[in-house]
């Protein structure tokens, strides 16, 4: 389709053949057009790459070594450093795959040469209640304006040239972040807190609690260690297909206020750490057949455990409904993900604490307890006297998370961070009503 001279070895598309050769370069193209265009990545920012060991997230790993190396027609310029979270517990694993696993994915990190980090998610169970506050913007990170960023690359460059172009190593070589200078905990978990991970999934109701749940403790674990290393941007290999399923997803679940958020090519909800999803206009097929020619290493884990005849999740519901379209409508996944591209990057914004949720951190869309007496589904019944009633954690959360709040179980199978974040909040509005009431 493109040089018109070598033989196809895939079809993209429906009359879009390419030879491996024109494959590449569209394939490394977008990935740093993606970039371009948006302008959030900046010379010298440190971003920190989420890597599960999935084909997009491999796959974007790879991009990034190929744009680092001086081969590179336009070098990419920020530093990277990766960050794996094993998830072998809640996906029952013996202690033996977990191993395994481990010491697969640390080879694959470490082969890339980049600073990394392997984290458990049992360590999700001692963040701090902070990581539920948004940090505060950090000074000195540009602005993603147009005149910003280019004052940026010229400042980069001018320093470079000062500095005689001494680039001759990859930026990802950082003194100030390598794997000797951080090194990765090594084997599992002590089992006590394993115990205590297992508690609080298996105290979920559904399928698809344990899904967002999931979700909620592996980001805010990624997000905590870009804080504490110095990251300023999060990347996440969500693909193009993986972005149309979390968009009906999310739209099941009532989250339609925040889909632009939660699939946009920027989440700016945690303030001094932006998520980007570099990935998001690659399509599943189009990844397999880049790792495939390219021999990107991936490593495969299992699902997320279910309990014996219990229903499917909501999201493995809509992966298999919008995949079995696609095989019969190829242009299925494609105009979902177009339509979400059209939705407003804008969504309920939150001016204060009060009215930020508690597990997502986006803008509350509930107008309170009014809301809460049109939504009996919602109410929770009342505890005794003297015991914390899991009902006041209720207009803390917007819509969706109340739906997922009520299927998490009793409040002691709360993640510890959640509920101290929680008790926190509770106190400050009862004196903020206090004082309120003294007033008048």
């Not at 470490?110 to 000074?139: D, K, M, N, V």
């Not at 700016?268 to 690659?282: A, K, L, T």
């Not at 279910?306 to 996944?333: A, C, D, M, W």
């Not at 509350?364 to 006297?385: H, K, S, V, W």
Request: glycine residues 8%.
């Amino acid at each position: 389709m493109k040089c018109g001279q070598g033989t196809a070895a895939l079809v993209i598309r429906v009359g879009d053949p390419f030879c491996r050769s024109c494959f590449r370069e569209y394939f490394v193209h977008k990935f740093r057009a993606m970039l371009g265009k948006n302008r959030v990545i900046f010379p010298g920012e440190k971003v920190l790459l989420a890597v599960s060991g999935g084909p997009a997230s491999s796959a974007m790993v790879r991009q990034v070594q190929e744009g680092l190396s001086r081969e590179a027609a336009k070098r990419l310029r920020f530093v990277p450093g990766l960050v794996y979270v094993e998830e072998g517990a809640v996906r029952r694993q013996s202690p033996e795959q977990r191993e395994q696993t481990l010491a697969q994915m640390e080879a694959l990190l470490q082969a890339t040469g980049f600073p990394y980090h392997l984290l458990h998610l049992e360590e999700a169970l001692e963040l701090p209640p902070s990581i539920l506050q948004p940090g505060p913007e950090r000074s000195g990170t540009p602005g993603k304006s147009g005149p910003s960023y280019k004052k940026a690359v010229d400042s980069f460059i001018q320093q470079q040239r000062q500095d005689g172009d001494s680039g001759t190593s990859l930026p990802g070589h950082s003194t100030q972040d390598t794997p000797a200078a951080t090194p990765a905990p090594r084997g599992l978990p002590d089992p006590a807190q394993t115990q205590e991970l297992l508690r609080i999934f298996e105290a979920a109701g559904t399928a698809t609690a344990r899904e967002e749940l999931l979700e909620m403790l592996r980001t805010h674990l990624i997000v905590q260690t870009a804080r504490d290393r110095g990251y300023n941007k999060v990347m996440m290999g969500e693909s193009l297909t993986r972005v149309a399923i979390k968009l009906l997803t999310n739209l099941s679940l009532g989250r339609g206020a925040f889909l632009a958020v939660d699939t946009g090519f920027t989440d700016q909800r945690h303030g001094d750490v932006m998520v980007v999803r570099p990935m998001r206009d690659y399509t599943a097929k189009e990844i397999a057949f880049y790792n495939f020619f390219y021999s990107v290493p991936t490593v495969i884990v299992p699902p997320l455990f279910t309990k014996r005849r219990e229903k499917l999740s909501i999201h493995q519901l809509v992966e298999h409904f919008l995949l079995g379209l696609q095989e019969e409508f190829p242009s299925t996944i494609s105009t979902v993900y177009r339509t979400g591209e059209k939705l407003s990057p804008e969504p309920a914004k939150a001016s204060s604490e009060s009215q930020r949720c508690l597990l997502c951190l986006c803008g509350l869309d509930t107008n309170g307890e009014e809301e809460l007496a049109l939504e009996p589904t919602l109410i929770l019944e009342e505890p005794a006297a003297g015991v914390e009633s899991k009902a006041a954690y209720i207009p803390l959360l917007c819509y969706s998370c109340r739906l997922t709040f009520k299927e998490l179980g009793p409040l002691d199978t709360l993640p510890p961070y959640v509920r101290a974040e929680g008790q926190r909040r509770i106190r400050s509005a009862e004196m903020e009503q206090n004082q309120e009431s003294s007033k008048s």
